[in-house]
């Protein structure tokens, strides 16, 4: 459960703007700022529910819920870290159906007795169906950017 005073710093940095790069498409022409716009609110969504762990909402942004490569039981039970602040940062790619942002953040792990460590990682998006959706890493470490 996120304190109260970090779930103002949690909110602050989600509703903060976020840098929308000239994102390019595989045909050389720009991304309009609607579709930008729309997968900005999606991820947005989506790390507001991850932050407050909610885990029955985040499954319904992750591709494994519509491509079936993870079982909502397997997917409930990941997890161990508690979040202290999210920011959305930029759409770093954004290329047909496929997006790269970068979000920093502030999380612990209790069980490990890690405490407010900071980092800032690509995060990937798919779209399918006319819709965004989170790309689970095996590793989450391999999106580290630092």
């Avoid at 900005?40 to 762990?53: G, L, P, Q, S």
């Avoid at 202290?84 to 930029?90: F, L, P, Y």
Wanted: hydrophobic share 45%; aromatic share 8%.
């Amino acid at each position: 459960m996120i304190q109260s005073a970090s779930r103002r710093t949690l909110l602050l940095h989600l509703c903060a703007p976020v840098v929308l790069v000239g994102c390019a498409s595989a045909s050389g022409g720009r991304i309009p700022a609607s579709e930008q716009q729309a997968l900005i609110e999606r991820v947005r969504a989506y790390w507001k529910h991850v932050a407050a762990n909610n885990r029955m909402e985040t499954w319904k942004y992750e591709a494994a819920s519509q491509d079936q490569t993870l079982t909502l039981e397997a997917y409930v039970k990941r997890g161990g870290l508690v979040y202290d602040a999210v920011e959305v940062r930029a759409i770093t790619r954004m290329e047909g159906d496929q997006a790269d942002l970068e979000v920093w953040m502030r999380y612990s792990v209790p069980l490990a007795r890690i405490k407010r460590k900071e980092v800032v990682m690509r995060d990937r998006w798919r779209r399918i169906n006319g819709e965004w959706f989170h790309e689970l890493a095996l590793n989450p470490l391999a999106n580290v950017t630092m």
